[in-house]
């Protein structure tokens, strides 16, 4: 701790330390919580558990380095949204009502999607700050990112999500909307993360601060779009596990 001498420093330390108390509950609650749906939708919440699991590992490796006062390594967020974020995608289309014959066709292609989305971020997120291959990466990344939108909303997912009624179509659609707003703080992080990018330099960002929004930034986002996110897959799995008649022991 001697070494955190700055308020930006404290927040980003405390900002990895309720990750990584938020990621591992969340990740023994989903555990315990697949009793509550019936077998057809456990695939889901053990999706959430995975992902709770993963990133709880990660964040404390990211904790450590940061108090450590190493050198920064993004690689354990990035291993950790390559390994996360095509599971976030796979436990929608898992509770989204797809017809059977179109699940797997439809896991896949968002799945690579997330993949790519994931890995051509990367290079930017490591160039040099204002370069132009920063600037590439992020507008490459946006195409799959983009893809995903458009299949939540457009595509076989939103057409599905589009034929659910009552409770189930509400929390459904709300739960595209989380996605939507959890994974819209990663690109904006991003740039602001970036103290030569145009919107850094609109608000005036020091290097530092930018610094501390983007990791602030992308833990926000990941504390939402994980453990947040999990909770309305589990209560939509309990709420089509109790349409079907399921009944815990």
Not at 69 to 86: F, Q
Not at 114 to 128: N, R, T, W
Not at 175 to 203: C, H, M, N, Q
Request: charge should be neutral.
């Amino acid at each position: 701790m001697e070494k955190l001498v700055t308020s930006n420093d404290q927040l980003v330390y405390n900002a990895f330390s309720f990750a990584v108390a938020a990621m591992a509950i969340s990740f023994v609650y989903y555990l315990v919580s697949r009793s509550r749906v019936s077998p057809a939708y456990r695939s889901a919440v053990t999706m959430s558990a995975m992902i709770c699991g993963i990133a709880a590992y990660h964040y404390w490796r990211m904790f450590n380095n940061f108090s450590d006062g190493a050198p920064w390594n993004e690689g354990y967020r990035y291993a950790d949204w390559l390994l996360t974020v095509p599971l976030l995608v796979a436990e929608l289309v898992a509770v989204s009502g797809i017809a059977k014959d179109k699940v797997k066709g439809v896991t896949t292609k968002l799945a690579v999607a997330a993949v790519l989305m994931i890995a051509f971020g990367y290079p930017g997120e490591i160039a040099e700050p204002g370069s132009s291959a920063s600037m590439m990466w992020w507008a490459i990344a946006m195409v799959p990112f983009l893809y995903i939108l458009w299949e939540l909303f457009a595509g076989e997912v939103g057409k599905a999500l589009k034929g659910q009624s009552g409770e189930i179509g509400k929390k459904l659609n709300n739960l595209r909307y989380v996605l939507l707003v959890t994974w819209s703080v990663y690109p904006i992080a991003y740039l602001l993360g970036d103290s030569e990018s145009f919107l850094a330099k609109a608000f005036d960002l020091s290097a530092g601060d930018s610094s501390t929004l983007i990791q602030v930034g992308y833990t926000v986002a990941d504390v939402l779009a994980k453990p947040g996110y999990g909770l309305l897959i589990l209560g939509i799995a309990i709420a089509r596990s109790e349409a079907e008649g399921y009944r815990q022991a």
